[in-house]
């Protein structure tokens, strides 16, 4: 069974940037496509940004996030990272990335996605 562990979260002020990485074990994580979710505060856990498996894949971004927020892998490394930029107020969340072996998992994750346990960041002034 592949686990995920994020990476990178942290106290940051508005306008800051951040890179969260989400690395597998157990298996390759280019087998898998990746999202990443987050939860603040008294909300559900809202869909951040997808990508296909594979090479070059499909990407997807909410549109709260869109601009400012780029997904990536890293296969040497076995990683799937999450670059933000130009930090708001309203990022503040627990980011979590999910996988699911197949071709595009986008916002469709579920309980029986492989989660990871999540990574705090918090932007306050």
């Known amino acids: 069974q592949m686990q995920l562990v994020e990476s990178g979260g942290g106290y940051v002020q508005p306008g800051d940037s951040l890179r969260l990485s989400c690395a597998a074990s157990g298996r390759a994580l280019s087998n898998y496509s990746v999202s990443w979710y987050r939860q603040a505060p008294t909300r559900g856990r809202d869909f951040v940004s997808g990508i296909s498996w594979g090479i070059g894949g499909t990407t997807a971004y909410a549109d709260s996030v869109r601009g400012r927020t780029a997904i990536s892998r890293d296969n040497a490394k076995n990683t799937v990272d999450l670059q933000m930029s130009d930090l708001k107020l309203d990022d503040t969340a627990v980011y979590y990335c999910?996988?699911?072996?197949?071709?595009?998992?986008?916002?469709?994750?579920?309980?029986?996605?492989?989660w990871g346990q999540g990574t705090q960041v918090t932007v306050s002034s």
């Open positions: 999910v996988a699911r072996q197949t071709h595009w998992l986008g916002e469709r994750a579920s309980l029986d996605d492989i």
